[in-house]
């Protein structure tokens, strides 16, 4: 059967009705989203409702936990002190303009949700804000999917959408200075993992425009990453009439967000 | 102490001391030692100390760590655990304590109490090799020294290899990663230390009070 997930919503209400409407036209009913319903985008409320109306399933991302217990994220999460700053104004444009019900959804939200085989979760196992790019660390980015005992591990959160596959791998261990002095040798063979990045419907920064999220197919195990157009200019209009950075705009009508990314890759969050 | 300091002075070479953290415990007054440590005698070995689990928990109660106390102590050992604790370290040693460093990073070895995850965690021969991996990873180190475990290992990652495909908006990638040789090597606790060889890459697990020859440097736990 297939399922969809969808990411980084980001209060970008044409993106996400284009993105469902997108869903619904394959028959899909089964949806997971992984958290940053809100943040840079226009229509917080209107999102958050939208979502809550269908009774998706949902991860709490890093803009949901902040928005409701305030910054508190390490440097990792801006990737420029001028990203903050703007970041920083979206956050308390968001915080204001949420009603209490929506926030105290937000504040509910669970850290991850487990189906069978496959975790979802906003950033990575350990934290929301921790970023799973497409070529960290192969090892780092087994680990997290092993320990997490997860098969396939759906994340958002880097706004990019991929599908990593890690296989064949080993790691050949020794037993120095043991007692009794026989040194011991083992190789252990490492499962075969997923990571599927579910990318951004509201925020994309993949260098194009389109909104993006993936379908996993639970019988095949396929997984194919979707794109889809939806009427950027409304948007882009709601975030200048909110009075919100004309950036947050631009960027969405130029694909340019990508420029903007975590500069460190191998960073672990440390929050 | 005594024991263990005297044993490295008749080691002969070059010796940096570093003490992995749990100088403190619940179990007896740590003032007379904490004392030593921050006050070496004329011909001490200079000690680089870490925190560790303990050191953790007497600042978590003591409001070092904002409104966080050392519930999971509390919770786990009970209050008494906590009152012994408290009681057993005198408060002019706190600042100390809390200026202490999470870890040392010297060459490319990293010394740390748990792990560089998290300071109560358990490292050890049963962990999976992948784990060990990341948190060599996480201080980019090749020879990560840990002590939580209590246990002495000197487990070496002699060759690790996975293969990854990516695939996104731009097509597929595919690369095979490698891992270098690294080891991670436990120094135990209480009279049981480590002397590591950094020339040689060799480690030799000590007892204090027991002979050594060798031209090392140790890592001890106290
Ligand atoms: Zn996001
Ligand atoms: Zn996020």
Redesign the pocket.
Same mark, same amino acid.
């Given at each position: 059967m297939n399922q969809a997930v969808i990411s +980084?919503l980001h209060a970008n209400l044409p993106a996400v009705e284009a993105v469902l409407k997108d869903i619904e036209l394959q028959g899909i009913t089964n949806i997971t989203c992984l958290g940053?319903l809100v943040g840079y985008g226009p229509q917080p409320n209107k999102v958050i409702e939208l979502i809550r109306d269908k009774e998706i399933p949902t991860c709490q =991302? +890093?803009?949901d936990e902040d928005v409701v217990d305030g910054l508190d994220a390490c440097d990792c999460s801006y990737p420029s002190q001028l990203a903050e700053k703007r970041g920083h104004f979206a956050h308390q444009w968001t915080t204001d303009k949420l009603t209490t019900e929506n926030k105290d959804y937000l504040a509910n939200l669970p850290y991850s949700i487990r189906k069978d085989k496959c975790l979802f979760v %906003? =950033?990575s196992p350990n934290s929301?804000h921790e970023y799973l790019l497409p070529d960290m660390d192969a090892f780092a980015a087994l680990e997290r999917v092993e320990n997490a005992r997860a098969e396939i591990l759906f994340c =958002? %959160?880097t706004h990019q959408p991929y599908i990593r596959e890690l296989a064949d791998g080993s790691i050949a261990v020794k037993i120095k200075n043991a007692v009794p002095k026989d040194t011991q040798e083992k190789e252990i063979q490492l499962p075969m993992r997923r990571i599927v990045n579910a990318g951004s419907v509201g925020e994309p920064r993949h260098g194009g425009t389109k909104a993006t999220y993936v379908v996993y197919n639970d019988v095949t195990n396929e997984v194919k990453i979707r794109e889809v157009e939806y009427d950027i200019e409304l948007t882009c209009k709601a975030i200048i009439d909110a009075g919100l950075p004309p950036i947050f705009a631009w960027r969405l009508k130029n694909g340019f967000e990508f420029a903007e990314q975590a500069e460190d890759a191998s960073h672990v969050c440390e929050r | 102490m005594n024991l263990f300091k005297k044993d490295l002075k008749k080691t002969p070479g070059n010796i940096t001391l570093f003490v992995l953290g749990d100088m403190i415990g619940p179990e007896k007054n740590c003032n007379r030692l904490l004392h030593r440590l921050i006050n070496p005698k004329s011909n001490d070995l200079q000690p680089w100390c870490i925190y560790g689990w303990w050191e953790e928990q007497i600042l978590l109660e003591s409001g070092y760590r904002g409104d966080q106390r050392a519930e999971a102590l509390r919770i786990n050992k009970g209050e008494e655990v906590v009152k012994s604790l408290t009681n057993a370290v005198d408060k002019s040693f706190l600042d100390w304590i809390a200026a202490l460093q999470f870890g040392f990073v010297e060459l490319d070895c990293g010394l740390i109490h748990g792990s560089s995850k998290d300071v109560g965690e358990n490292l050890t021969l049963d962990t999976p090799p992948l784990t060990l991996l990341d948190r060599l990873t996480r201080l980019q180190v090749n020879r990560l020294f840990t002590a939580r475990s209590k246990q002495q290992f000197h487990l070496e990652l002699t060759e690790g290899i996975v293969n990854s495909e990516v695939e996104d908006l731009n097509g597929n990638r595919k690369k095979e990663q490698k891992v270098p040789q690294k080891a991670v090597i436990g120094i135990g606790a209480g009279k049981n230390y480590t002397l590591y060889d950094v020339g040689t890459d060799n480690t030799q697990f000590v007892q204090a009070g027991y002979k050594t020859e060798k031209r090392i440097k140790g890592f001890g736990r106290l």
């Amino acid at each position: 059967m297939n399922q969809a997930v969808i990411s +980084c919503l980001h209060a970008n209400l044409p993106a996400v009705e284009a993105v469902l409407k997108d869903i619904e036209l394959q028959g899909i009913t089964n949806i997971t989203c992984l958290g940053d319903l809100v943040g840079y985008g226009p229509q917080p409320n209107k999102v958050i409702e939208l979502i809550r109306d269908k009774e998706i399933p949902t991860c709490q =991302g +890093c803009w949901d936990e902040d928005v409701v217990d305030g910054l508190d994220a390490c440097d990792c999460s801006y990737p420029s002190q001028l990203a903050e700053k703007r970041g920083h104004f979206a956050h308390q444009w968001t915080t204001d303009k949420l009603t209490t019900e929506n926030k105290d959804y937000l504040a509910n939200l669970p850290y991850s949700i487990r189906k069978d085989k496959c975790l979802f979760v %906003h =950033g990575s196992p350990n934290s929301q804000h921790e970023y799973l790019l497409p070529d960290m660390d192969a090892f780092a980015a087994l680990e997290r999917v092993e320990n997490a005992r997860a098969e396939i591990l759906f994340c =958002g %959160h880097t706004h990019q959408p991929y599908i990593r596959e890690l296989a064949d791998g080993s790691i050949a261990v020794k037993i120095k200075n043991a007692v009794p002095k026989d040194t011991q040798e083992k190789e252990i063979q490492l499962p075969m993992r997923r990571i599927v990045n579910a990318g951004s419907v509201g925020e994309p920064r993949h260098g194009g425009t389109k909104a993006t999220y993936v379908v996993y197919n639970d019988v095949t195990n396929e997984v194919k990453i979707r794109e889809v157009e939806y009427d950027i200019e409304l948007t882009c209009k709601a975030i200048i009439d909110a009075g919100l950075p004309p950036i947050f705009a631009w960027r969405l009508k130029n694909g340019f967000e990508f420029a903007e990314q975590a500069e460190d890759a191998s960073h672990v969050c440390e929050r | 102490m005594n024991l263990f300091k005297k044993d490295l002075k008749k080691t002969p070479g070059n010796i940096t001391l570093f003490v992995l953290g749990d100088m403190i415990g619940p179990e007896k007054n740590c003032n007379r030692l904490l004392h030593r440590l921050i006050n070496p005698k004329s011909n001490d070995l200079q000690p680089w100390c870490i925190y560790g689990w303990w050191e953790e928990q007497i600042l978590l109660e003591s409001g070092y760590r904002g409104d966080q106390r050392a519930e999971a102590l509390r919770i786990n050992k009970g209050e008494e655990v906590v009152k012994s604790l408290t009681n057993a370290v005198d408060k002019s040693f706190l600042d100390w304590i809390a200026a202490l460093q999470f870890g040392f990073v010297e060459l490319d070895c990293g010394l740390i109490h748990g792990s560089s995850k998290d300071v109560g965690e358990n490292l050890t021969l049963d962990t999976p090799p992948l784990t060990l991996l990341d948190r060599l990873t996480r201080l980019q180190v090749n020879r990560l020294f840990t002590a939580r475990s209590k246990q002495q290992f000197h487990l070496e990652l002699t060759e690790g290899i996975v293969n990854s495909e990516v695939e996104d908006l731009n097509g597929n990638r595919k690369k095979e990663q490698k891992v270098p040789q690294k080891a991670v090597i436990g120094i135990g606790a209480g009279k049981n230390y480590t002397l590591y060889d950094v020339g040689t890459d060799n480690t030799q697990f000590v007892q204090a009070g027991y002979k050594t020859e060798k031209r090392i440097k140790g890592f001890g736990r106290l």
